[in-house]
């Protein structure tokens, strides 16, 4: 009778030790982000010690996201919220107050927004009202595809998640820099790619692109939307395709949500063709990691530009 007893306890205190370790240093951050660039991101700089979910797919417009119980669902548990900012993601707001999660609203510890410290184009000398349907009032919200400025963006998301698991800052530290080092290989690989095509004009369906075409020398000429989320007006299409005559512009991107119907025919209009690229990790078939994204642009805008 004795040594069960014995045996009983010896269990129960095992049992303890055994879900102690696991409950505690083993625990990994729950992290959400609102587009895949950053899921990318955050698992690059997180590695063993995150769990990085994201609540919109690489094929979508992220600037009209729809908000939806699932997503509310991934935030309640979570214990960081990466957020692109500049209003891309505004409709993360309204997600975040239906998931009543006090980790991550804004101004909390985890919230993480990756636009800190980076230069902003196309900055709207005038406000912008946004009753003209203007998605980019605050200036171009599209700087997470630009390899240019993922230093900048996963030490925001590092100091964050230091913010929250100080003991494993060593670990990120390790991973961002493994991750860095992979990238300045691919960098020098991209810029040799572009190198022969520097000065080079092409149009833009939306402004997605404008921090990648700078950070390789080429430029948006024009695009095909009127304004930022303002559809194409015939009048305006007439006008680019004459421009594009004029400037022999051989290119349109298109993001894989918009119409490419439409790019196709301005493009032989204009004795041009119109290319899909990933406007997101996840955009188009082989962009499924953050440099295999920037590898898959890089390469079809090369080949159309030659
Ligand atoms: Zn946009």
Request: net charge neutral; proline share 5%; hydrophobic share 45%.
């Amino acid at each position: 009778m004795h040594w069960t007893k014995t045996l009983c306890l010896t269990l129960a205190v095992a049992l303890v030790v055994v879900a102690s370790m696991a409950g505690g240093a083993e625990r990994k951050l729950r992290v959400v982000t609102t587009i895949p660039d950053l899921t990318a991101l955050a698992q690059a700089v997180g590695g063993d010690l995150a769990d990085v979910e994201t609540l919109t797919r690489g094929t979508q417009n992220a600037h009209e996201a729809e908000v939806r119980p699932t997503m509310m669902l991934k935030l309640r548990r979570a214990d960081v919220l990466v957020e692109n900012g500049l209003e891309l993601d505004a409709w993360a707001d309204v997600a975040v107050t239906g998931a009543n999660n006090p980790n991550i609203v804004r101004g909390s510890a985890g919230r993480i927004d990756i636009s800190r410290g980076l230069p902003i184009l196309e900055v709207p000398a005038v406000r912008v009202d946004r009753s003209m349907g203007d998605v980019h009032p605050l200036g171009n919200p599209h700087y997470s595809l630009d390899p240019g400025f993922a230093p900048t963006i996963t030490q925001n998301i590092l100091e964050g998640f230091s913010r929250l698991a100080a003991d494993g800052r060593p670990t990120f530290e390790r991973n961002r820099q493994a991750f860095l080092d992979q990238l300045n290989e691919a960098m020098t690989r991209w810029t040799k790619t572009l190198e022969p095509f520097r000065g080079a004009k092409v149009v833009v369906y939306h402004p997605q692109w404008i921090y990648f075409l700078s950070r390789f020398g080429l430029v948006q000429a024009a695009t095909l939307e009127d304004r930022p989320g303002i559809p194409a007006s015939p009048g305006h299409l007439v006008r680019v395709i004459q421009q594009m005559k004029a400037e022999r512009i051989k290119v349109i991107i298109v993001e894989p949500w918009n119409d490419r119907k439409l790019a196709e025919r301005v493009a032989q209009e204009a004795g041009a063709k119109a290319i899909v690229l990933a406007s997101m990790v996840g955009g188009v078939k082989g962009a499924d990691s953050y440099i295999g994204a920037i590898d898959y642009n890089v390469n079809e805008l090369s080949r159309a530009l030659r």
